[in-house]
């Protein structure tokens, strides 16, 4: 899919009749999930959203799996149409209080990458954010794995003292930043 599609071009069999009023909102689309099995309803009982594999976030990005789930929404690997890349998307719940709090995780961290030039404090590049079904999403770089992928992947059997010694000093290094941020 690329960018020259229209509205007017698509199939309307593949949008159900949501996605269909929907899409309208948007300039340009970049791919639909034409073979998702879609829902009709987008949330759970506690506003978190149902991720579907294959289906588009925003009309652009592809949920190709999810990498994490916790009290505040999910994170999904997605596949970027528009950028030709894959990307890390936090996707929030929807409860105000979320919105607020997404909104001072996204200032915090646009003040640490203009702060992080030249990535020697292991701050996560954030690419952008949007809004899509009143869920704010937030999108990162993909980075390899997380440090539970990585205990897992290990039998948890722990790791050797230079590797968390190796993970300390990062951290260390993301906290000066911080610090001198205050």
Do not use: W
């Given at each position: 899919?690329?960018?020259?599609?229209?509205?007017?071009?698509?199939?309307?069999?593949?949008?159900?009749?949501?996605?269909?009023?929907?899409?309208?909102?948007?300039?340009?689309?970049?791919?639909?999930g034409?073979?998702?099995?879609?829902?009709?309803?987008?949330?759970?009982?506690?506003?978190?959203y149902?991720v579907?594999?294959?289906?588009?976030?925003?009309?652009?990005?592809?949920?190709?799996?999810?990498i994490?789930?916790?009290?505040?929404?999910?994170?999904?690997?997605a596949?970027?149409?528009?950028?030709?890349?894959y990307?890390?998307?936090k996707?929030l719940?929807?409860?105000?209080?979320?919105?607020?709090?997404?909104?001072?995780?996204?200032?915090?961290?646009?003040?640490?990458?203009?702060?992080?030039?030249?990535?020697?404090?292991?701050?996560?590049?954030?690419?952008?954010?949007?809004?899509?079904?009143?869920?704010?999403?937030?999108?990162?770089?993909?980075?390899?794995?997380?440090?539970?992928e990585?205990l897992?992947?290990?039998?948890?059997?722990?790791?050797?003292l230079?590797?968390?010694?190796?993970?300390?000093?990062?951290?260390?290094?993301?906290?000066?930043?911080?610090?001198s941020?205050?």
């Amino acid at each position: 899919y690329s960018d020259d599609i229209s509205v007017e071009n698509y199939d309307k069999r593949k949008l159900t009749t949501y996605e269909f009023t929907e899409i309208k909102e948007y300039a340009k689309i970049y791919f639909v999930g034409p073979h998702a099995k879609k829902q009709i309803d987008f949330d759970d009982k506690d506003g978190v959203y149902k991720v579907v594999l294959h289906d588009h976030l925003a009309y652009r990005f592809e949920i190709i799996k999810s990498i994490g789930k916790g009290s505040f929404g999910h994170v999904v690997r997605a596949f970027d149409h528009k950028n030709k890349e894959y990307v890390a998307i936090k996707i929030l719940r929807k409860e105000k209080k979320f919105n607020h709090l997404m909104a001072t995780e996204i200032e915090i961290l646009e003040i640490l990458k203009k702060q992080d030039v030249n990535g020697n404090y292991n701050i996560i590049p954030t690419l952008e954010s949007f809004t899509f079904r009143d869920h704010k999403c937030i999108t990162f770089k993909l980075l390899s794995m997380n440090l539970y992928e990585l205990l897992k992947k290990n039998k948890f059997e722990g790791f050797r003292l230079t590797l968390v010694r190796k993970f300390a000093l990062s951290i260390l290094q993301c906290l000066k930043l911080l610090y001198s941020n205050k």
